[in-house]
């Protein structure tokens, strides 16, 4: 049995890993996937002072509270900022850390470095979920319908960290190669003989397009 930890994009939740979650308990694993403040199940928090270290926090406090050691910790897009902190404050916890599609920020960084200047207010709002990113139109309907607006905090927040994720004993970088968006980030990590680079051939919602492809990569992470 391995323990799964799963931290979601921005503008999702937990709902967002329900596919990857469930095979990945039929075979055994403990898998927890906290939905970040202000989002999905908690979007009635969004009016509160939320920033990066809130979500930080929320993925420290799961493992904490739940007592959780030799922990696979993933990452899905936004969520790379999350995890690259999380390490920096339980590091002792961590077995494998996996970036799906996600960013590895370094230090200083803040997400609104990468997709630009955000609107002034409390959230930001869901970008435009096209038909043609998803196999039906009803998978996504039900996108749009699930996203929430983001607290502000969360991308204006420069990450403080000293690159404590490097000192995870085991490394994956999981990019999506059906769309032009992390190949850059990946492509240092390829010739790393302390990561391991995968791809899958699909869009950037990767749990939701190729959830069976996915639980098989983490569960060799």
């Known amino acids: 049995m391995t323990t799964f930890v799963m931290v979601h994009g921005a503008w999702s939740g937990a709902w967002g890993w329900d596919l990857v979650a469930d095979i990945l308990r039929a075979r055994g694993h403990r898998v927890h996937v906290p939905t970040l403040s202000g989002l999905g199940e908690r979007s009635h928090l969004a009016h509160l002072p939320i920033d990066l270290t809130t979500h930080i926090n929320d993925v420290v406090n799961e493992m904490a509270f739940h007592e959780l050691t030799d922990v696979v910790l993933v990452a ?10 999380v390490a920096e404050q339980a590091l002792e916890r961590l077995a494998a850390i996996v970036y799906l599609d996600a960013f590895v920020p370094q230090d200083g960084q803040s997400f609104e470095d990468f997709m630009g200047k955000v609107p002034d207010g409390p959230t930001v709002p869901v970008p435009e979920v096209g038909d043609d990113d998803y196999p039906t139109k009803a998978e996504a309907e039900r996108v749009r319908n699930l996203s929430t607006p983001q607290p502000t905090g969360t991308f204006t927040q420069r990450l403080v960290v000293t690159g404590a994720y490097l000192k ?13 968006g992390f ?3 990946a492509a240092p990590l390829r010739g790393d003989p302390a990561w391991s680079v995968q791809e899958l051939p699909c869009g950037h919602d990767v749990p939701q397009l ?12």
């Open 210 to 221: 190729l959830p069976n492809d996915l639980a098989a990569l983490l569960e060799q992470a």
């Open 183 to 185: 190949a850059s980030i």
């Open 76 to 85: 899905h897009s936004y969520g790379g900022f999350v995890a690259t902190g």
């Open 168 to 180: 995870v004993p085991r490394k994956t970088y999981i990019l999506a190669t059906g769309w032009n």
